[in-house]
């Protein structure tokens, strides 16, 4: 009888949530969009306490202030949730919270329960709603909310006022956010948040319009999502913001000593976007914009909604890695209109999105360029592969055990084989039919979240149809759920760096290289040779290298880093100023980690010098790169 019970309920909400009898999302004039919820084993996250079969939370509405004396924010989250007939809980997921009260819409409290944190998880967060389905949380974020950061004013371009950034994916939101944090539960959201003056206030929804003056010297900032999104995509920033058009639906947010700089490496963003709906269909969220954050920013980019955001780091003067652009904009329909149901399947965001930017520089920049960032990202991944071993799990794109966590995918792997594969399907079916059939993916689940096993149920109806052959020549099973590289795995063109190539063995027997050469060649060439040199090189070298190709003086972060790493790995103690300097004002994981550990890796000349640098600049990064860095600095051997 109960599970009778408990079995009609799954079954009323799988219908609820199902808009029309196909299962797809759909817009009902007027009504708020609802999509729909997956329930199969597969879909399943872990990392998420909500039960959303019996009930989940379809639109979050925020109204907060933002604190900069006390580094958090405060307020309200009024929940609408759509649960099975018979339901009276809902569960959130909450980290760190401090919960002053729940109530119905009518101002009635409800009781809620938080139960025990789990450090990765949090807290599950179950409210007693009865037959209510809105809620309102009355909250404030925990002390360290570990999706934002708070800056003091140092720490920006300008100097004179603080700002906040937030990063979301996979699993922070939920410090600030009191809702179910689970990328297969998509939610419409809108906000209000005030900010002191003469803060500017912008998230990943579209604004409401100037903001108006609030009490004490604030002002309120508006903002609405109407499209229902996963949760991991609500993100907030503040400061001495300003903003300049790159053209009728895009343009660049960042502080107004960086609006020149920023707004000339993001020019050609009205190209990509029309190279992108080229491909893979309408872009359909209504604008583009971005935002330059400050160099603490984790990432280099993150696919925010309307609001990519991007680390500064990416600013070369000469537009060579606008490639991160690219990825960020791929986004907007792998990832973020097809989202990954759980982080087990990250590869469908990260590995789509990867495949997608290369086709943006293919068409923007030329096969060359295009050509030479695959060749480039390819034995990147072989040497992942190698080092993790090639039957390793963690070289599969469909994560399983703890490499299913939410932070799994962050070797790398799952990136570059998973653009890989969709290479080698294009090549093998043409690029005709591959295009044809992926817009047809993205539109078929648009606003909607999707498995492994879906994405090749749906290649094999739709683009296989039952050809005997070609489903034998894909190797789709081995692509997705086998570690290592599969034997079709198209290779790069050995053609891209042939040039660059020869110079790197001529420089592992004459120690010389042709400065005039390297002056004329591209990023993707400069970062192939320094990943050619000979790993071990005598101070000398290392210094004529320096000299000769300006390595300490280039603008191109990228080459920065692989030159500080090859230089510390070498204990070239004329570099570790330069290290210092780096360490204290970037906070982009992916340079900063693999810098203290190669420090770190040199024991006794290297370890005193990561703890040096480390006890000054912790303090100045994000929680998401003091999480990997403690680890290896403090934890360390
Ligand atoms: N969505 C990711 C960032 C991310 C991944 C955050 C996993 C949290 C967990 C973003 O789109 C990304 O991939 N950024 C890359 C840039 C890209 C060009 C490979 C980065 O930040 O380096
Ligand atoms: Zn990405």
Known sequence: MRFLAALSLILSVAALSACSPQN???????????????????AKDPFSYAQPEVARVTHVALDLALDFAQENVSGTATLDIL???????VILDTMGLIISSITDETGSDLPFELGEANDGMGAPLTVSMGRKRQIVIAYTSGPKAR????????????????????????????????????????????????APEPLTVVMSGLSGGDPVEADKGRRAFTFAMDKPVAPYLIAIAAGDIVFQPLGPRSGVWTEPVMLDKAAAELADTEKMIAAAEELYGEYRWGR??????????PYGGMENPVMTFLTPTFIAGDRSLTGLVAH???????????????????????????????????????????????????AAMEETIAEKGSDSDITALHLTGDNAAPEGGTSGVIYDKGANFLHT????????????????????????????????????????????ALEAKLMLDEWVYEPGLPSNALRPDPAAFAEVDKAAEAYAASRTLDKAVWANWTSAERLRLLSKLPKQLPDEELAKLDRDLGLTASANNEI??????????????????????????????????????TLVEQDDWGKPIAKRIYAKTRSSYHSVTTGTVDAVVLDGK
């Not at 797809?24 to 597969?42: K, Y």
């Not at 649960?83 to 809980?89: E, K, L």
């Not at 700002?163 to 996979?170: I, K, M, N, V």
């Not at 044809?436 to 149809?465: C, G, Q, V, Y």
């Open 24 to 42: 797809e999302t759909a817009a009902v004039d007027g009504e708020p969009m609802v999509s729909p919820i997956l329930t199969s084993d597969d």
């Open 83 to 89: 649960a099975a007939d018979g339901a009276d809980t």
């Open 147 to 194: 999706a934002l950061q708070w800056l003091v004013p140092e720490q920006t371009a300008g100097g004179k006022h603080p700002y906040l950034l937030s990063q979301g994916q996979p699993t922070l939101n939920r410090t600030w956010i009191p809702t179910q944090d689970s990328p297969g539960i998509r939610q419409t959201w809108e906000a209000k948040i005030t």
């Open 288 to 297: 583009y914009d971005m935002i330059v954050l400050p160099p603490s920013f």
């Open 328 to 378: 960020e904009l791929a986004h907007s329909w792998s990832g973020n209109l097809v989202t990954n149901a759980n982080w087990s399947d990250s590869w469908l965001n990260e590995g789509t999105t990867s495949y997608f930017e290369n086709r943006i520089i293919e068409k923007l920049y030329g096969e060359k360029r295009a050509s030479q960032e695959r060749a480039l990202n390819f």
């Open 425 to 468: 399907v294009e090549a093998i079916v043409g690029r005709e039919k591959f295009d044809e059939w992926l817009e047809s993916w993205f539109d078929r689940h648009a606003f909607e979240p999707a498995t492994s096993a879906m994405f090749l149920a749906d290649l094999r109806k739709n683009l296989i149809k039952g050809d005997a």
């Open 560 to 597: 920065l880093f692989v030159w500080l790493n090859l230089a510390l790995q070498n204990r070239y103690e004329p570099a570790v100023q330069l290290a210092e300097s780096f360490l204290a004002t970037v906070g982009r994981r992916k340079f900063v980690a693999p810098l203290f550990k």
